[in-house]
């Protein structure tokens, strides 16, 4: 079945401009995660999802970022304000968190942000 | 806090060679999964395997296998013979099994390269 989908595939902006990015989950995976990927960072959390629970934001980096989940599926991410070391790989991974386990996560091909 | 070390940074192999990957992590938790994720040039991470911290036997798969051992806190991974397809940069990651935010910390990663 098709995976998890983002958009767009690359996003370009000028520092100060906001950016909203999409990600479109496995169809009934009720879990969905936002990681970033940066050259000085590494991979790491930003926020997490799971069904119609608040999500777990404490992996965002500043207050200028923000996600929202709709109808338990769709997520987009928002970045007010950008700045050029938001400039990364934005990646997103759902999860079917059904079992009582910890469920594998299967990720998306990113969105490759650059900030000018 | 939740720690995983990958010091290979990069390796470089002629095919058909035998590699191991090396993960060492920390965790206070006594109930934690592992996983390895592949990520090709292309960009997409790929699920390779995902193992409990009750289960200690080594797993198989065709040319790729995983050596997971407590009492070292590794999880190490091997390609025989491997192939120029092998060539990706491999993440090893660590969650917690809570029934809540199961995000992945993830290590540096290890830069492979199979020399034709």
């Known amino acids: 079945g098709a995976g998890v989908s983002q958009s767009p595939s690359n996003k370009v902006t000028e520092k100060g401009k906001d950016v909203e990015l999409r990600c479109d989950p496995i169809s009934g995976h009720t879990a969905l995660y936002w990681y970033r990927q940066s050259l000085g960072q590494g991979l790491e959390f930003l926020i997490y999802f799971q069904g119609n629970s608040a999500p777990d934001k404490s992996g965002l980096p500043s207050d200028r970022f923000s996600a929202e989940r709709t109808g338990g599926s769709v997520s987009t991410l928002t970045i007010q304000r950008t700045q050029q070391e938001d400039s990364a790989v934005y990646l997103c991974?759902?999860?079917?968190?059904?079992?009582?386990?910890?469920?594998?996560?299967?990720f998306g091909p990113g969105t490759r942000l650059t900030v000018l | 806090a939740q720690k995983v070390t990958q010091a290979q940074t990069e390796i470089s192999v002629v095919e058909k060679e035998d590699v191991t990957l090396d993960c060492v992590y920390e965790?206070?938790?006594?109930?934690?999964?592992l996983f390895w994720y592949k990520q090709p040039p292309s960009g997409e991470l790929v699920f390779l395997i995902r193992?409990?911290?009750?289960?200690?036997q080594n797993e198989i798969s065709g040319r790729y296998s995983w050596n997971f051992q407590k009492s070292t806190s590794s999880f190490n991974f091997t390609i025989t013979a491997s192939q120029v397809v092998d060539s990706a940069v491999y993440f090893c990651a660590l969650s917690d099994a809570n029934f809540g935010n199961e995000k992945l910390t993830f290590g540096t990663g290890t830069r492979l390269t199979i020399i034709p």
């Open positions: 965790t206070r938790d006594t109930t934690y999964y």
């Open positions: 991974a759902s999860s079917l968190e059904g079992t009582g386990s910890t469920d594998t996560q299967y």
């Open positions: 193992r409990n911290s009750f289960d200690e």
